[in-house]
């Protein structure tokens, strides 16, 4: 990014969090985070096409020969659909549902794109944006914040990646300001680039996050391969939050990225020939313990992925890395995924499901990471990577240990949370890759050695990030006692001497 792209980026961040102001303390973050990042969308698509339109008009082609043109745009606006359509109604009392009418036209005229897309986001919402008074204000301080010189997203005046880093700016933001919320649809970014330097993609990789929430770490994982020569897969439960992530996959230019809106647990979407799709690379976030997943129909599950067993009804960490593992291409696909640090000793059913991953050779790393990393918990995490090319047939076939990484005392101290720095990030990924061991930092530890340990998996097993205490000369020690209570006993002597003289003795 030039520097010139920074200092304009700079520019759009402050203008874009200044228009939140227009919802702070009334609505919640979790919910205005909706409206902001759509007309980000609207005002990004519009600049971009009222700029082609006028070039064309410069060189005096014909209505009809523009029209033509412009129906072979990236993202066609319907007449009367563009933001400054919309700006010329902002004092209008109805002007939440002619939002809304508008986004229903542009799905309609993009359909293969944006279908769904602005279904879950209602700009007439007594609920989300106040009574019709309030909502017609609001509405219009944010067209009037849009409609600042700063935010004038043509393509001649900004690149497409200052507009893609605006966008995971206010995730990010949004995600500070909503608390335990923030963890249904953004992973913090140094967290995001450590995940995917673990998952190692490559060119031409099928990557797929079954949790994708916002779609930022497909990004992020797309980004390591220094290309565009991939393909992005993305599932999602919650129907605002796959709205985010399919625009968010647009604003980056990542137009063939497939995101499907349903629960993966139980009605996985990203099917081929009736069975899940393979990929190279498989990486999430997804939600801790989740309860109430789905165990009661897991047994009868269509695809089998649980047949390593099913996880109890109240904690769906396993079903996550058993869909995810079942996913990975056999032979060479990886998986990189954020769990609690109970998946690594908990026992009963997810204990014979952990011991058997271990006995088929697909677990290669554990990373213990530091507390308060989230927004959402406070709780210290771990990654796990599984690598199915260690199956056999597999490039790695002969690998037959695990690498044991606690980073969990390597970070930047925040005010409400901390932060994984740059080097901590390059420590963890050089000790992973070159597979070493370093002092009260990391373990290479053999199938044997976890095997011995019942495949418990708790980090301090392997680690011993603790200073041993010396060792006690124990007859050092006990004439160290007699020689205290020796001059203990003279001192009392010596005591009750002064005592009887002062006439106070017994």
């Known amino acids: 990014m ?14 874009l969090w200044s228009a939140c102001d227009t919802f702070r303390g009334a609505v919640d973050p979790s919910e205005y985070k909706n409206y902001i990042l759509v007309f980000l969308f609207l005002k990004y698509i519009s600049d971009v096409w009222q700029e082609h339109y006028n070039e ?11 029209q033509a043109k412009m129906s072979r745009e990236r993202f066609i606006l319907p007449t009367g659909t563009s933001f400054y359509d919309l700006f010329e109604k902002r004092n209008d009392e109805s002007i939440g549902e002619e939002i809304n009418k508008a986004l229903d036209k542009i799905e309609d005229a993009n359909k293969p794109k944006l279908d769904g897309v602005f279904r879950n986001i209602d700009f007439n919402s007594e609920s989300n944006l106040g009574k019709t008074k309030d909502r017609q204000r609001r509405l219009k301080n944010i067209f009037e914040d849009f409609n600042k010189p700063e935010l004038d997203f043509s393509p001649s005046k900004i690149s497409e990646d200052v507009i893609g880093e605006s966008y995971i700016y206010l995730i990010s933001n949004f995600a500070s300001s909503s608390g335990k919320k923030a963890g249904e649809f953004f992973t913090p970014r140094s967290i995001s680039t450590l995940l995917a330097k673990l998952a190692n993609p490559q060119e031409g990789a099928r990557i797929c996050d079954p949790a994708c929430g916002s779609g930022s770490l497909l990004i992020t994982a797309a980004n390591e391969i220094g290309s565009n020569n991939y393909s992005l897969f993305g599932q999602e439960s919650t129907g605002a939050t796959y709205s985010l992530a399919r625009m968010n996959m647009f604003l980056h230019g990542i ?11 139980n009605n ?17 976030n997804p939600p801790f313990s989740l309860d109430k997943w789905g165990e009661e129909s897991a047994k009868g599950d269509r695809f089998n992925r649980f047949h390593r067993g099913v996880p109890p009804k109240s904690k769906g960490d396993f079903a996550f890395i058993s869909h995810m593992i079942e996913t990975a291409k056999r032979g060479s696909g990886r998986v990189a995924v954020i769990v609690p640090h109970g998946v690594l000793f ?28 989230f927004q959402s918990t406070g709780i210290p995490v771990a990654i796990l990577v599984f690598d199915r090319s260690r199956e056999l047939g597999g490039k790695n076939q002969d690998r037959k240990d695990v690498v044991f990484i ?4 390597d970070f930047e101290t925040g005010k409400n949370q901390n932060k994984l720095r740059d080097e901590d990030v390059v420590k963890i990924i050089e000790t992973y890759r070159n597979r070493k061991a370093i002092d009260k930092y990391s373990h290479i530890a053999s199938i044997e050695e976890i095997e011995q340990n019942d495949y418990n998996l708790n980090i301090p097993r392997y680690v011993k990030n603790f200073d041993e205490e010396e060792s006690i000369d124990l007859k050092a020690t006990i004439a160290e006692v007699k020689q205290l209570e020796k001059e203990l006993s003279e001192v009392s002597k010596e005591m009750d001497g002064f005592l009887n003289e002062l006439g106070y003795g017994k």
């Open 2 to 15: 030039s520097m010139i792209d920074k200092t304009k980026q700079e520019q759009i961040h402050k203008a």
């Open 56 to 66: 064309y008009k410069k060189q005096n082609l014909p209505e009809e020969r523009i």
């Open 255 to 265: 137009d063939s990225a497939r995101i499907e809106w349903c629960d993966t647990l």
């Open 268 to 284: 996985p979407q990203l099917i081929e020939q009736d069975k899940l799709m393979q990929f190279d690379i498989v990486v999430a």
């Open 346 to 373: 908990r026992g009963s059913s997810e204990g014979k499901i952990r011991e058997l991953l271990i006995k088929e050779n697909l677990l290669d790393a554990v990373v213990g990471l530091p507390p308060q990393l």
């Open 406 to 409: 606690d980073a969990s005392k």
